[in-house]
């Protein structure tokens, strides 16, 4: 990983739309940062672990301005609270909105720690638990995303549902069942035509707010491209269409053997970004998922980036 600064990073001039007046300057301006992509999925990494701070919701909304720092996830690590793991990482979305958890962002502070440390395995704490992470030799990281969890509570959802594999949502009952599922974070996977896919721009929106998901969820499109291999689009929870989903390429494998439409258990996802490699093991029910990263560039912060004047 070489680090390097982007001309792209520059700061602008002008403050973000939300800036407080007279708020105090952020303790975020000089950080270093980290941007990366995983199979495009736009990943902005912040290492606070030496002196942590807030990332506040503002904030990253300024940083992921069009001619700043856009990303789709920003990936904040902060000083591990268990032993034996590498940190604690936070995960916002370009909105300034909590995800619980990102499976591309994984990958890619997978890749950093490991060109930091010279560690080929670490574990990363998270909201959604333990993250085991591998570097292999041909520079793909694996990342074992633990099990799905099926219940409505867990998911979450809205009512009760005694099944989750197949639920038709009111209002789009045209697009079929969707199967839900947590990968730590809310998924709907819909399996449908390409002519059906084409309009995920327009129904995304819609879905991701539908009443039956109080915290939102990932909407995906996926058609089958031939036996053990999936074409998905996403429109990711607050971040919008995105390249590559790695949570919702693991949601939709899973969907995918959970109703049948998969004979194996591992299968390659194909996202606009490129393959993830997907492996829902029998022996202990865990989802590892396997793909690329890719180093973009390194600067620091500037309070002009934070939205800041001056």
């Not at 045209?174 to 947590?182: E, F, H, R, Y």
């Not at 995105?242 to 109703?259: F, L, P, Y």
Request: charged share 20%; net charge negative; with cysteine.
């Amino acid at each position: 990983m070489t680090a390097s600064t982007s001309p792209a990073a520059g700061p602008l001039s002008t403050p973000a739309p939300d800036q407080a007046p007279g708020r105090a300057p952020s303790p975020l301006a000089h950080r270093a940062f980290v941007k990366m992509n995983g199979l495009g999925n736009e990943i902005l990494v912040l290492d606070l672990r030496a002196d942590p701070a807030p990332v506040r919701p503002e904030e990253a909304r300024a940083l992921a301005r069009p001619g700043v720092l856009p990303f789709d996830q920003a990936m904040v690590l902060y000083p591990p609270r268990q032993a034996g793991t590498a940190a604690f990482v936070e995960i916002l979305n370009n909105d300034g909105s909590l995800s619980a958890a990102c499976g591309n962002g994984t990958r890619c502070i997978a890749a950093y720690e490991a060109e930091r440390t010279g560690a080929d395995h670490m574990v990363f704490e998270s909201a959604a638990g333990l993250l085991d992470c591998t570097r292999r030799a041909d520079g793909t990281v694996a990342v074992d995303m633990g099990a799905p969890r099926f219940a409505a509570a867990d998911i979450p959802l809205s009512r009760a549902l005694d099944d989750t594999s197949a639920v038709l949502l009111e209002g789009f009952e045209a697009l079929g069942p969707a199967s839900l599922v947590s990968m730590g974070n809310p998924h709907a996977v819909f399996f449908v035509s390409d002519e059906t896919a084409a309009r995920l721009d327009a129904l995304g929106p819609q879905l991701e707010h539908h009443p039956l998901f109080p915290e939102r969820a990932n909407i995906s499109f996926a058609r089958f491209l031939g036996p053990g291999h999936i074409r998905l689009d996403v429109w990711e929870r607050g971040a919008g269409r995105t390249r590559a989903c790695g949570t919702a390429a693991c949601a939709t494998a899973v969907s995918a053997i959970r109703t049948g439409r998969a004979a194996g258990r591992a299968l390659t996802v194909t996202l606009p970004g490129g393959d993830l490699s997907i492996d829902w093991r029998a022996a202990d029910g865990h989802v590892v998922m396997t793909g690329p990263v890719e180093h973009e560039f390194s600067g620091a912060l500037t309070p002009a980036m934070l939205g800041e004047a001056g």
